[in-house]
């Protein structure tokens, strides 16, 4: 097992090594509605597809050579940490605003996923895996390694339920491309005004579920969210 230090995040064991490890254990059911943000594709102007599995291997939980990786958000405020607050400044200082063309480039959707095990990265589960939470915070390319073992161990988790780096308090989920998840459903219904009382139909199976996309710059929690993080508009 490689070593853990301080301000560096460690790899991961070998597939054997972390194969024995009994990964259901630290595992929780995780579902329900989450916050989706995507972009503008630029050469069409209409949002990309809000369900968009990622093998980039560009961002923390998506490996190239991995099953593919989707990210949602808990809440729409923790989603636009994740996306804006590494460009962010203090409270008060210029680097802390969005401007009126980013806000029209970025869309918000909700997604409906069905229950699934997912890796809980609370509690001492970092440290029963080996490593610790610089795996949240830490080097992308290893914790891709960490994202690659989890995704291909035997029990098959839904993914990585961890806490934002940018707002503890702010949940995220790294869902693994897993049989039955696609192709997804689209439910008109399942917009912010419905989403109080939206229910899965047993018609939907596994599979996940989109409802429409709204433009960043016109949805309805957007006024109160940069107020609460203290956030102006350019």
């Excluded at 200082?93 to 063309?101: D, H, M, N, P, V």
């Excluded at 992308?140 to 839904?158: C, E, F, S, T, V």
């Excluded at 229910?199 to 960043?216: D, F, N, S, T």
Aim: proline share 7%; with cysteine.
């Amino acid at each position: 097992m490689p070593p853990k230090i301080p301000g560096k995040l460690n790899e991961p064991p070998s597939e054997a090594e972390f194969n024995a490890l009994r990964i259901a254990a630290f595992c929780r059911s995780k579902g329900g509605i989450f916050y989706r943000l995507h972009p503008t594709n630029r050469s069409t102007g209409d949002p990309w597809h809000p369900v968009f599995f990622s093998t980039r291997g560009t961002t923390r939980f998506d490996p190239e050579n991995g099953v593919g990786t989707l990210y949602v958000a808990q809440s729409l405020a923790g989603a636009i940490l994740e996306k804006f607050d590494d460009r962010w400044g203090p409270v008060g200082s210029i680097e802390r605003t969005l401007t009126r063309a980013e806000l029209d480039s970025w869309w918000v959707t909700l997604i409906d996923l069905a229950p699934a095990a997912v890796f809980s990265t609370r509690g001492s589960n970092l440290s029963k895996i080996g490593t610790d939470a610089q795996l949240l915070t830490g080097d992308y390319a290893i914790a891709r390694q960490w994202a690659l073992r989890l995704m291909n161990h035997p029990d098959k988790i839904g993914g990585i339920a961890y806490a934002s780096r940018h707002a503890y308090s702010r949940g995220n989920l790294a869902i693994f491309l897993r049989d039955g998840l696609r192709p997804e459903s689209y439910d008109a219904n399942l917009g912010p005004a419905n989403k109080r009382w939206w229910r899965r139909e047993a018609g939907h199976g596994i599979a996940i579920v989109h409802g429409p996309q709204i433009k960043l710059a016109v949805h309805p929690q957007l006024k109160a969210i940069l107020t609460d993080l203290e956030v102006g508009v350019l």
